[in-house]
């Protein structure tokens, strides 16, 4: 089975959101964490912000990463004519 | 693949009939009970009847769904939408350790606490992105077959059945451990029955039905734990706040628990307490140093004072006091070492209470950034194990489609996301409840929920009166992890019938979590082992009944090692988690987006990344005479994945470029998992 051109395409759009999403979730889980301390100087909705960020903050962005990567794959199979027919 | 669009929606909207009706009569149960409470049920009674009518309908789901079709069994016919597998993902994934310790864990440590709370929640975006869509694609029945057929014959699968097991058997004698402690705990039978009653329900649903019957029960289980879960919070919140959001409302409640343990660390009474623990944690550790000598001048000075009081006739109750302490006094020098061991440990209730918001508290620099290395570890381990263990990935396998399949991990995680999100709020709304109305009152006059629990179990929560001035200090008390969320709907001031609602929520949590990881274990066993490596020539009905035995023989061998109740359950827990991290993860994520990886690197890979996590496991963890000096770069040994996966991921990278590249066949496998549909592709479902 060759693969052709837009199939290379396709797998590399794929490759990218998923680079990105990839970096948002290190930055939200990690690096957040890491500078939880001085994040804890800022007042956000009335809590600390580097305790907001570890307790509910990263957890409405990890939500929200899935979401769009669901939407935007399923979206980019279309586009590309790899999407699976009549939801088999 | 012959299911029409028409016959998938039909069948979704039959569920939601199904379920809404459900719910609503789950509802009604309660409300029916909530009245029967009023008119004198007693608790014992409203405890069996939660017990009965949750495992009954379990059970009565299991028999509905009976099957001994091979796709039904192991995959649930590959028909499950996304909207429920997401549920059913969810109830897999929260154990008795989510919902009934977690807010628990929150509570005692504070902002450290919440590593457990992004970990477990951020591993799905690592789910979603690298492993649900491609191994739905590949579409068979277990995670050891995608190795097996990936990297090619038996030895990497026999690896990956070995992994399976070891992670989930860990695993699953947690869960049926919290099935025997919270049904013995409300019904007040002994905790061997408790394990069997609980047993019996597992049992029935997934040896009938297999991965349909536990798909459809974990639906149900789903329901009843988020209901049992919100509703004393929601309240607790109404009656702190007056707003019914907890996740908003107690950013409020936080400032007011931060400014009472300012109050409390500097108050007279609470140093008080402080100094006398610390003065007896001292004593211990002076009569440590030379024990035999300390011992035998103890004994003599308790004798001596008994006989001077009594020559001197003092008033009789100083002398029985005084016989007393003469009487239990230790036995010999091994007894009264091991009391100083114990009372050495008073030191830690010495210390002040522990800033709940703050990160990392540390007595210096270097204390303080070991704890946030040791943070950010247990976050890597959860996350990454969390998208390597097999019962859940397997989940994956039962969507109708790629699309689905991505659709739903995003439903699991968002029916994960309402109980962990509401968590880190019921810990410190009870922190409030805690600071503010049990410290302070009087011994003679506890709050009702505190006096009653420190009755029933002293492990949950024990307050002692230590400097005698028939107040309670926030130093005299101690609680147990699971103490918060049980006792939330008492300090919430609702009826008993929501206490029978939180039990029967902790039991649909670990009966749910116990129900994947035993199928996981049993299919590794019947699947892979037997059918795909002893006897590739076996029925699909054969196939089946072996699968059903060796389930049986596993939940009986899991019962039996409960039984034994091993030590630290929690430890084994998080160890479960490092070591699917060390070993799954690399060659499954390799396997779909690096086509150069090959046979010989994953099965390298595989090894050294389980080898180096039990190794540093082995060496610093004190259970298996392991010394924490060993520890590289202070980390615990709950962290050991930190090491054992990039090891693991650098060894398949390095022995495939040695080897020579996999064979065309794989490299086409490799394109039809990337793509969810290739005209003139080859077929890899299994049927």
């Known amino acids: ?70 939407h935007y794959m399923n979206k980019l199979d279309i586009e590309y004519g790899v999407e699976e027919g009549e939801d088999e | 693949m012959s299911e029409s669009v028409m016959g998938h929606k039909a069948f979704k909207a039959q569920l939601q009939k199904y379920y809404s009706f ?21 608790r014992q009674w409203i405890g069996y009847c939660f017990l009965f009518a949750t495992i009954g309908l379990y059970a009565g789901i299991g028999i509905m769904t009976r099957t001994t079709v091979a796709a039904e069994y192991y995959v649930a016919g590959r028909r499950v939408p996304a909207f429920f597998n ?52 590949f579409g068979q029945f277990t995670i050891p077959d995608f190795l097996g057929e990936r990297y090619g014959g038996n030895i990497i699968r026999s690896i990956g059945i070995f992994a399976a097991i070891l992670c989930s058997f860990t695993y699953v004698v947690a869960q049926i451990y919290g099935v025997g402690l919270i049904t013995s705990r409300f019904t007040g039978l002994e905790f061997g029955v408790g394990v069997f009653v609980g047993l019996s329900g597992i049992l029935v649903c997934s040896l009938l039905g297999g991965m349909r019957a536990v798909t459809w029960t974990q639906v149900a289980q789903y329901i009843i734990l988020i209901i049992a879960y919100l509703t004393p919070v929601i309240w607790l919140s109404l009656k702190h706040t007056g707003n019914p959001i ?61 006989a001077a009081l009594k020559a001197a006739n003092a008033p009789a109750d100083q002398v029985a006091a005084a016989e007393k302490a003469a009487a239990s006094y230790p036995k010999d ?16 209730r010495a210390a002040p209470p522990r800033p709940h918001a703050t990160p990392y508290p540390g007595k210096d620099e270097a204390a303080q950034d070991i704890a946030r290395r040791n943070f950010l570890g247990i976050v890597f381990c959860m996350m990454f194990g969390t998208a390597a263990l097999p019962h859940i990935l397997m989940r994956y396998y039962t969507t109708p489609s790629v699309r689905q399949a991505r659709q739903s991990v995003f439903w699991s995680l968002f029916f994960i996301f309402l109980l962990y999100f509401t968590a880190p709020s019921l810990a410190v709304l009870a922190k409030y409840d805690v600071y503010h109305f049990l410290v302070g009152s009087s011994f003679a006059n506890l709050p ?77 066993l019947s699947h892979d082992l037997y059918y795909k490596m002893i006897d590739p020539n076996a029925t699909t009905a ?55 990886a090959n046979k010989w690197g994953a099965i390298a890979g595989m090894c050294t990344g389980l080898a180096v996590c039990m190794y540093y496991m082995y ?10 000096a060993n520890q590289w770069f202070n980390m615990n040994p709950i962290s050991a994945g930190v090491f054992g996966l990039p090891i693991g991921l650098l060894t398949i990278v390095v022995v495939s470029l040695l080897t020579p590249a996999p064979s065309k066949q794989v490299q086409e496998l490799v394109d039809h998992v990337r793509y969810p549909h290739l005209r003139g592709d080859i077929d890899t479902q299994a049927a």
């Open chain 2, 448 to 524: 009702v929920w505190a006096a009653s629990w420190a009755k029933v179990d002293p492990g949950l929560l024990s307050i002692t009166d230590i400097n005698k001035d028939g107040i309670v200090q926030l130093a005299e008390i101690v609680l147990g992890t699971d103490i918060i969320v049980l006792a939330t709907p008492e300090i919430a001031g609702l009826p008993y019938v929501v206490s029978g609602l939180v039990a029967a929520g902790g039991l649909a949590a670990a009966l749910s979590t116990a129900d994947g990881l035993l199928l996981t274990i049993a299919n590794a």
């Open chain 2, 246 to 306: 907890p996740q908003i409302a107690y950013g409020q409640v936080l400032q007011k628990v931060t400014e009472r343990e300012k109050v409390l660390t500097n108050d007279p009474k609470e140093i008080e307490v402080r100094n006398i623990f610390k003065a007896r944690a001292e004593a211990a550790n002076e009569n440590l140093k030379d024990p035999a000598a300390a011992y035998a001048k103890g004994k003599a000075d308790s004798e001596k004072n008994l």
């Open chain 2, 619 to 628: 060496t610093t963890y004190p259970f298996f005479g392991g010394v924490p």
């Open chain 2, 542 to 596: 054969r196939r089946v009944t072996v699968s059903k035995i060796l389930l049986l023989v596993v939940a009986i061998v899991a019962a039996y090692v409960t039984s034994l109740k091993p030590g630290d359950i929690l430890f084994l827990v998080g160890a479960a988690f490092s070591l699917a991290a060390s070993s799954f993860f690399p060659a499954l994520v390799l396997g779909v987006f690096w086509r150069r």
């Open chain 2, 22 to 42: 459900y719910t609503g009569g789950f509802i009604l149960f309660l409300l029916a009970l909530a009245v029967a409470e009023q008119m004198g049920m007693t």
């Open chain 1, 1 to 70: 089975m060759e693969l052709t051109a837009k199939h290379q395409d396709y797998w590399h759009r794929n490759l990218v959101v998923t680079a990105v999403l990839l970096s948002i979730w290190f930055i939200t889980t990690f690096v957040v964490a890491w500078y939880s301390r001085e994040l804890n100087a800022i007042s956000f909705i009335g809590f600390p912000l580097g305790f907001y960020m570890n307790a509910q903050g990263s957890l409405i962005i990890y939500v929200a990463l899935i979401w769009y990567y669901q």
């Open chain 2, 333 to 348: 020098e091994a007894a009264a070492k091991s009391q100083w061991n114990r009372e050495k440990g008073l030191a830690a």
């Open chain 2, 86 to 137: 997401g549920m059913a993902t969810g109830a897999d994934w929260m154990s008795a350790a989510s919902f009934i310790g977690m807010a628990g864990t929150l509570y005692l440590s504070g902002f450290d606490g919440l590593a457990f709370v992004t970990g477990w929640t951020g591993g799905y975006v690592l789910v979603a992105l690298f492993l649900a869509p491609y191994l739905r694609k």
